[in-house]
Nanobody, 114 residues
Framework: VQLQASGGGLVQAGGSLRLSCAAT????????MGWYRQAPGKPRDMVAT???????NYADSVKGRFTISRGNVKNTAYLQMNNLSPEDTAVYYC?????????WGRGTQVTVSS
C-alpha cells in the first residue's frame, strides 16, 4: 500500500490550503485515514483522522479551522485548512490503517508566513 500526499505549499497567515491523499495498492477499504504533522524539532502529532463511516477526530489546535473528509474515489482523503497561522507550519503526513497495518505517505511541506 502506498500513500501519496499533495497540496502543500507556501501561504500567508489567514490563507487556506487543501491537502490530498490517495492510497493505492490495497484491495480493501482503508478503515482510518489521517493527517499528522511534524514541525522541526518537534514530535509528529495527529492533526485529524476520519474513519470509513465518516466519524472524525481533530486536534484541539485545529478544531474549527481544518476539515478532514474522504473522497468519492476509494481510499482518498482531504484536509481543508483555513485561517492558517505560522504555528501550522510543518511537514504534513498522510496515514492509512487497514487490517492492523499502518502506512505512511511521504510528507508535504506547509509553510505559513506571517
Amino acid at each position: 500500500v502506498q500513500l501519496q500526499a499533495s497540496g502543500g505549499g507556501l501561504v500567508q497567515a489567514g490563507g487556506s490550503l487543501r491537502l490530498s491523499c490517495a492510497a493505492t495498492g490495497s484491495p480493501f477499504t482503508i478503515i482510518v485515514m489521517g493527517w499528522y504533522r511534524q514541525a522541526p524539532g518537534k514530535p509528529r502529532d495527529m492533526v485529524a483522522t476520519i474513519i470509513h463511516n465518516g466519524m472524525t477526530n481533530y486536534a484541539d489546535s485545529v478544531k474549527g479551522r481544518f476539515t478532514i473528509s474522504r473522497g468519492n474515489v476509494k481510499n482518498t482523503a482531504y484536509l481543508q485548512m483555513n485561517n492558517l497561522s505560522p504555528e501550522d507550519t510543518a511537514v504534513y503526513y498522510c496515514k492509512g490503517s487497514v487490517r492492523g497495518e499502518h502506512y505512511w505517505g511521504r510528507g508535504t511541506q506547509v509553510t505559513v508566513s506571517s
